[in-house]
């Protein structure tokens, strides 16, 4: 089946710093990749859906300028986390469409903790 | 809005034991439904996936079922074992996109 990894799959920061995580798909291209972000005993809550070649789409309330969205290439998209303050802490998980298919394959996420 | 609610929230069942998971969505115009499975600290694993045409789908010892008139799907563990201990969560697609809407999951325990 498809694969997607995540990196890092800890980070740990201080408040203020940036942090970047990276989502790639290993044996399939994705012109369409999403992050989630999940909190504790929480489902998980769709951020934005990151788009190759052009600018990611933010769900209400996400703040665009705060998380920043590249998908550089039809294998990667990165999130980054600006600013990052204790509140940010959370698990964020991307995910990818397989091709030709809407199964959505995930990432094993990434557990950020802002101090 | 859609909106995914999974009951019960939590459930504990002694090993062996057949049992049914439920999930209900407000919005019945879905491309598809996905169960996934979620281990404490760790991403999501596909289990299956019932297109909006489709009644059901089976894989081992489960069997998903959708009712996409009334909004609800089921999965439905057979046998259960201590290794099915996770936390179970149900999505939706929202029609014409590729979104997913997740309910906040049920946490099966499965006791020896």
């Known amino acids: ?115 | 809005k859609q909106e995914v609610t999974q009951i019960p929230a939590a459930l504990s069942v002694p090993e062996g034991e057949n049992l049914v998971l439920n999930c209900s969505f407000t919005d019945s115009a879905i491309y598809n439904l996905q169960w996934f499975r979620q281990d404490p600290g760790k991403g999501l694993t596909s289990l299956l996936l019932i297109q909006s045409s489709q009644r059901e789908q089976t894989s081992g010892r489960l069997n998903a079922s959708l009712d996409k008139s009334s909004g609800r799907s089921t999965l439905y563990i057979a046998a259960s074992q201590p290794g099915d201990s996770a936390t179970y969560l149900c999505a939706v697609h929202e029609g014409g996109s590729e979104k997913l809407v997740f309910g906040k999951g049920t946490k099966l325990t499965v006791n020896p």
């Open chain 1, 1 to 115: 089946g498809a694969v997607v990894s995540q990196h890092p799959s800890r980070v740990i920061c201080k408040s203020g710093t940036s942090v970047k995580i990276e989502c790639r798909s290993l044996d399939f291209q994705a012109t369409t990749m999403f992050w989630y972000r999940q909190f504790p005993k929480q489902s998980l809550m769709l951020m934005a859906t990151s788009n190759e070649g052009s600018k990611a789409t933010y769900e209400q309330g996400v703040e665009k300028d705060k998380f920043l969205i590249n998908h550089a290439s039809l294998t990667l998209s990165t999130l980054t986390v600006t600013s990052a303050h204790p509140e940010d802490s959370s698990f964020y998980i991307c995910s990818a469409p397989g091709l030709g298919t809407y199964e959505q394959y995930f990432g094993p996420g990434t557990r950020l903790t802002v101090t």
